[in-house]
């Protein structure tokens, strides 16, 4: 079965960098889309950046562009999300998602990690 793994998460400064990894296993890596969401208490997951199966495109949130970077190593089956300029708003639960499609017009996820928990705080 599905099976995906996060790791990373972390206390940081306001400013400071994070970086995320997600190792999945139990299905063809290469031949879907995977994104990360992230979560706060209350609510449910927000999208928050997606890369396509073969890497070709990443698509981000409004809010994380020009600090976020997701990325995918399919030999090792592990997408990546290098997080800069980290500010308290950004403090959540972070999810790897895997998509349903290859190419997808709008990310969507069929399965989650149980999350890495990343905290900006001074």
């Known amino acids: 079965q599905v099976r995906l793994v996060e790791s990373g998460g972390g206390l940081a400064q306001p400013g400071g960098s994070l970086r995320l990894s997600c190792v999945a296993s139990?299905?063809?890596?290469?031949?879907?889309?995977m994104s990360w969401a992230r979560q706060v208490p209350g609510k449910g997951l927000q999208w928050v950046a997606g890369i396509y199966a073969d890497g070709s495109e990443t698509h981000y949130q409004d809010s994380v562009k020009g600090r976020f970077t997701i990325s995918r190593d399919n030999a090792k089956n592990t997408v990546f999300l290098q997080m800069n300029d980290l500010q308290p708003e950004d403090t959540a639960l972070y999810h790897c998602?895997?998509?349903?499609?290859?190419?997808?017009?709008?990310?969507?996820?069929?399965?989650w990690g149980p999350g890495t928990q990343v905290t900006v705080s001074s």
């Open positions: 998602t895997k998509d349903n499609q290859e190419r997808p017009l709008v990310f969507e996820y069929d399965s």
């Open positions: 139990g299905f063809v890596f290469d031949t879907y889309a």
